[in-house]
């Protein structure tokens, strides 16, 4: 099992920044993914940006440019900077943990998600 504790959601005015943390314990992989998914009211959940243990780095079209995903691997944290919010990013934000086995095996993981609400 993987435990991920999430924090930094919170209400910002449009052209701010947040930046969003989650920690993850318990039985981790060496090679693994982790990153962000949001679902805004009435809506699917999507995938905002993800990266590897490796580095590479994967973001939806719509905050290339204004999000920035980071990880430490040695304290298995990951990191989104968000700046330059728009009001369509309002969404609760959840962090997502994916660990990665031999012959495709995965297994993925889901924190309690954080809400972040872009208002003036």
């Known amino acids: 099992q993987v435990q991920l504790v999430e924090s930094g959601g919170g209400l910002v005015q449009p052209g701010g920044s947040l930046r969003l943390s989650c920690a993850a314990s318990g039985s981790i992989s060496s090679i693994s993914r982790m990153g962000w998914y949001r679902q805004a009211p009435g809506k699917q959940r999507d995938l905002v940006a993800t990266?590897?243990?490796?580095?590479?780095?994967i973001y939806t079209d719509s905050v290339k440019g204004r999000f920035t995903i980071s990880r430490d691997n040695a304290n298995p944290t990951v990191y989104l900077q968000m700046n330059n919010l728009k009001p369509e990013d309002t969404a609760v934000y959840y962090c997502?943990?994916?660990?990665?086995?031999?012959?495709?095996?995965?297994?993925?993981?889901w924190g309690q998600g954080t809400q972040v609400t872009v208002s003036s």
């Open positions: 990266i590897s243990s490796g580095g590479s780095t």
């Open positions: 997502y943990h994916r660990n990665q086995y031999s012959a495709g095996y995965s297994v993925d993981y």
